[in-house]
C-alpha cells in the first residue's frame, strides 16, 4: 500500500518508541532522528510504499544502536499475559463456539496491546465487547467454503501476543483437515513474531512453521526468500494477519489465490483504503 499524509507522523512515533527501547543515548537519538528526517525527505512522497519506509527506519535505528531487538522485552511480556488470558477466551468460546466467533477472537488478538493489560477485567470486557460486536465486513461464508474446498492454508501472523489467540482459530482450522504452514519473521521487527516467539506458544502444535525470509514492517515482496517464494506460491488459500501484511499483500498480483484479512483497521489510511470506518473489525475475502 501507498502511503498518505497521516504515515508521516506514524513514522515519526514508531521511530521515537524503537530509539527510546533501544537506547538511552540522548545524542545517538538526535544523530539518528537527523538521518530519518533526511531520508523521508527525499523519500516521502506520492506513490512511496509505506512498508518499505518503515522497514528502513527500523534497520536505520537497530544498525546505529547496536540493539538487534529493541522489542525483546515487550514481545515476551505480551505472550505471558496473553497466554494468561487464552483461558478466558477459551470459556467464552465455550459457551458459544463458533467458527465466526474463533474469527473474532484472533482479530481481538489484532486489537489488544497486550504489555498494556494487567487487570483481568480489561482483558475481559475487550474480548466480551468484541464478541458482541459485528464485524463490519463478514465473509464468514466465503471463510468456510474455503476452509472445505481447499487442502492446506499459508497463514501469515503478526504480532506476539496476538499469536497466542490464533492457536484457538488454528485448532478450528484444523477441524477441516487442513494442512496448516504458519508463516513469521525471520529477523526482529517491532512486536512481530520470530519463530522462537512461535515455538514458545505452541503454534508448532497446529502446524509446520517457516521463516518468510526476512524482518520487514508486514509483508515486502521484493524482501522474502526464494525458499518462502516458493512456499507462498504453492498455497491457494492465504489467511493474512494484521495490517502491515494487508499493506504489503495488497501491493502484489494475488489473482491466482484465495486471500482472507483478518484485521482490525487502526489507522486511518487503512480504513479509507478499505473502505470502512477505524476500529472496524474485518474478515474479507480479497478481490
Known amino acids: 500500500m501507498k502511503i498518505s499524509y497521516e504515515c508521516g507522523a506514524c513514522f515519526l512515533r514508531q521511530a521515537r518508541e524503537a530509539m527510546d527501547l533501544a537506547t538511552d543515548d540522548d545524542e545517538l537519538k538526535i544523530e539518528i532522528n537527523a538521518e530519518i528526517f533526511k531520508f523521508l525527505a527525499k523519500t516521502f512522497k506520492k506513490g512511496t510504499n509505506s512498508n518499505k519506509t518503515g522497514s528502513y527506519l527500523h534497520k536505520l535505528i537497530k544498525d546505529k544502536t547496536n540493539c538487534h531487538d529493541p522489542y525483546i522485552n515487550e514481545k515476551k511480556l505480551g505472550n505471558e499475559i496473553a497466554l494468561k488470558y487464552l483461558p478466558l477466551a477459551q470459556d467464552i468460546l465455550d459457551e458459544n463456539d463458533t467458527l465466526e466467533n474463533r474469527v473474532k477472537i484472533a482479530i481481538v488478538g489484532n486489537i489488544l496491546d497486550f504489555g498494556a493489560f494487567e487487570l483481568s477485567e ?17 465473509d464468514i461464508v466465503f471463510f468456510e467454503n474455503a476452509l472445505k474446498k481447499h487442502d492446506k492454508v499459508l497463514y501469515l501472523v503478526d504480532n506476539t501476543g496476538e499469536i497466542v489467540f490464533d492457536k484457538l482459530l488454528l485448532s478450528k482450522i484444523k477441524e477441516y483437515g487442513l494442512d496448516i504452514t504458519i508463516a513469521v519473521k525471520s529477523q526482529p521487527i517491532l512486536n512481530d513474531a520470530c519463530m522462537e516467539d512461535a515455538l514458545n506458544t505452541g503454534l508448532n ?44 499483500l495488497t501491493e502484489i498480483d494475488l489473482s491466482d489465490k484465495e486471500v482472507f484479512f483478518l484485521l482490525c483497521a487502526k489507522c486511518n489510511t487503512i480504513a479509507k483504503d478499505i473502505g470502512v470506518n477505524l476500529q472496524d473489525m474485518l474478515l474479507f475475502k480479497y478481490q
Open 122 to 138: 480489561d482483558i475481559e470486557k475487550l474480548i466480551k465487547d468484541s464478541l458482541n460486536k459485528d464485524l463490519a465486513v463478514k
Open 205 to 248: 502444535d497446529f502446524g509446520e512453521i517457516v521463516e518468510i525470509g526476512a524482518g520487514t514492517v508486514g509483508y515486502v515482496d521484493s524482501e522474502i526468500s526464494d525458499e518462502f517464494r516458493e512456499i507462498f506460491n504453492a498455497h491457494e488459500f492465504v489467511i493474512s494477519k494484521g495490517m502491515g501484511n494487508y499493506e504489503g
